[in-house]
């Protein structure tokens, strides 16, 4: 139910009659009421004449306010019918454009409230003679003050949070134009991209790509924590939807990506989230080059459908470089290692014992202790992979090796079903 001014509280005529003439003549000086409210203010909350226009921002409200409020009662509107003047609009959006805490603005309404009650409800004994009739006016004024204030700092409010996400949407959207046009290779100023994304250009840029297949993770946390491991409290993060998220992080000199750099990382890394992380690189060039790399890396660990939680590209460029054409690359595997690109138990751990001797150079003991296995264990299933093969390890090395290498990171992708299997 609205609050009129002299209706709704049932007051006699003479009251009601009082109240509006009372309104009418408050209304002949609400210049001076809103200079002396400015003042008032300010005093309290320096922060509203901050500058010039937010000043005269602060000054229009107190006056547009006054007056609406005033007018009200003379004409005995419904507090319900209240809406914020344009100008008690702009103050919230001046409020919020600069940074100031919504508290700090709907403070400026219950300061406003508070003069309205000492300086002029008090004064109403000056203007209505009769003690009676002026205390009748005061609570009537004082009740209708409330539900107006009440009303309309809820709507500035509003105001003021809608003014903050046009803001955050214009920064959002400037950002992510920034960002494509590096990744594009457009001509920028490099000043001015370095400022809308907070982000140095000039140093090593390592590029990341984070993603997952759940809507209920914090991909931020996961970005900060890549960041942090590289050095950067702040790294750059922009959302690529809701399940992945790109990264770079600017540093002074390249950092180590190797596997065992990576290791620690895993740790804070949840176990549905994976991350590709580009080759560092120097300046704009670096940031979209390493960030290629992350996305080129992100394309492999899908297709294997495995992998370590953080995956550095220098782990799988060579598997991406023959990768382009799937078709291509599981008849080079199919040529170069003949049954043994079967899909098997057997041919698996037959192709993982070749691979170890190659990645050994040769050496035996080296690759039966990085397989956990004896060393005549190594040497029999080497013997049955040359066997499946078709010809000798040291038949076509270099192509030998990259086969196995794309078995090793692609897997099923790349082999061939037995006979009579799908």
Sequence with gaps: MGVSAGESADLPEPVATELRRTAAELLENVSSYADDMLAYILERIPEA???DDLRGLT???????????????????????????????????????????????LRFYRIGHAYFSERIVAGITHVVPDPGLALAVVADLERYAFAYVDRISSEVAAEYVAELDRMQN????????????LIAGDR????????TLSHRLTGWQTGFVCWTDRDDTDLARVGAAVGAHFGSLHPLLVPDGAQALWGWVS???????????????????PAKVRVSIGTPAQG???????HAQAQRGRRIIELSGRGAPATSYAEVALVDAMSGDLDVARAFVAAELGDLALRGRREEEERRALLAVLDAQGGLAAAAEGLGIHRNTVLQRVRRAEERRGRPATDRVVEL??????VHVLGPVVLTSPPGHT
Excluded: K, W
Excluded at 170 to 181: P, S
Excluded at 251 to 269: E, H, M, N, R, Y
Excluded at 284 to 290: E, L, N
């Design 49 to 51: 004449g901050a500058d």
């Design 59 to 105: 000054l229009g409200s107190c006056s547009s306010n006054l007056e609406a409020a005033l007018s009200m009662v003379r004409h005995g509107i419904d507090v319900a019918a209240a809406t914020a003047p344009v100008t008690a609009l702009e103050h919230a959006r001046a409020m919020a454009a600069r940074g100031y805490s919504v508290d700090v603005m």
């Design 170 to 181: 214009r920064v959002r959207a400037a950002r992510t134009d920034a960002v494509r046009g």
């Design 188 to 195: 920028i100023d490099l000043g001015r991209a370095e400022r």
């Design 251 to 269: 540093t002074t000199g390249a950092p180590d990506v190797s596997p065992a750099d990576l290791a620690p990382l895993a740790d804070q890394i």
């Design 284 to 290: 704009p060039g670096g940031f979209r080059d390493s």
């Design 401 to 406: 090796h990259a086969a196995l290498r794309l």
